[in-house]
């Protein structure tokens, strides 16, 4: 598995980012974004189903945050609108163990790939 995070940056407290990652490897695995912070807990932020492109967010970016995908491109985004400082964090993409016809699991994943930074200043 190959995937390739890109697009994080510096933006100010209220604006948008959007990330990708390419699978490279062409797996057709399901893929979340997940992120961590400098002592904190890993989250998931997002995931979306391969089979009939269900997504599923954490609480804490619903509303805010959308993730799609482009099979074509073996490319998944992450829209992230309406950035908060607390958003901070290194963002990754990986492939899920568990997904379906109707969800997607982003209690674990099988691999990850190199991370994107995105830093929200208040």
């Known amino acids: 598995v190959q995937l390739q995070a890109s697009g994080g940056g510096l933006v100010q407290d209220g604006g948008s980012l959007r990330l990708s990652c390419v699978d490279s490897?062409?797996?057709?695995?399901?893929i979340g974004w997940f992120r961590q912070a400098p002592g904190k807990e890993r989250e998931g932020v997002a995931c979306?189903?391969?089979?009939?492109?269900?997504?599923d967010y954490a609480d804490s970016v619903k509303g805010r945050f959308t993730i799609s995908r482009d099979q074509a491109k073996n490319t998944v985004y992450l829209q992230m609108n309406s950035l908060k400082p607390e958003d901070t964090a290194n963002y990754y993409c990986?492939?899920?163990?568990?997904w379906g016809s109707g969800y997607c699991d982003m209690s674990e994943y099988d691999a990850r790939g190199q991370g994107t930074q995105v830093t929200v200043s208040s």
């Open positions: 990986a492939t899920l163990m568990r």
């Open positions: 979306i189903s391969n089979v009939d492109g269900t997504a």
């Open positions: 490897a062409s797996t057709g695995y399901s």
